[in-house]
């Protein structure tokens, strides 16, 4: 039995160790901002908090979660008045929108551990974080709005 934390709430799993946490979160606990793309860890669509770091959910197996701390996009704040979110809106970051949890996630974790980035670090950061759609300028400009405000 792997016992871990989800968004606050205590989850038990008694099936396949090897099976990918995207999968867990999308078809077993239902939490779909969670983003299914590359499946190998390349564009940071499936990025969550583990044990309070990002980590890409596609790359992590159920079998290594027993005590772990998860945390999704759903449970980085039930208001999206996180920070992070709040910024988003604010710099008019989405377009199509597919990266976006995936992107505020990375975000959030790297504001808790540095505040105080340059645009360069941010931009170095980030780059695990693929956008489609090209607004880096707008995501570059939100983080650092966010950290401002998370000082």
Request: hydrophobic share 35%; glycine share 10%.
């Amino acid at each position: 039995m792997i016992n871990f934390t989800l968004n606050g709430k205590a989850h038990s799993y008694d099936g396949d160790s090897e099976m990918p946490l995207l999968w867990y979160l999308r078809d077993e606990a239902g939490l779909t901002g969670t983003k299914y793309a590359c499946g190998i860890g390349e564009c940071g669509a499936c990025m969550v908090h583990l044990n309070g770091q990002a980590m890409q959910s596609c790359l992590i197996q159920m079998g290594d979660l027993d005590g772990a701390m998860v945390t999704t996009i759903e449970g980085l704040s039930a208001q999206g008045d996180h920070p992070v979110q709040m910024a988003w809106k604010e710099h008019n970051v989405p377009q199509c929108g597919y990266c976006q949890s995936g992107q505020i996630m990375m975000a959030a974790a790297l504001i808790a551990e540095n505040p105080n980035m340059s645009e360069q670090e941010i931009r170095r950061e980030m780059w695990g974080n693929i956008c489609r759609c090209g607004t880096y300028q707008r995501i570059v400009n939100a983080v650092k709005s966010a950290a401002e405000k998370s000082k």
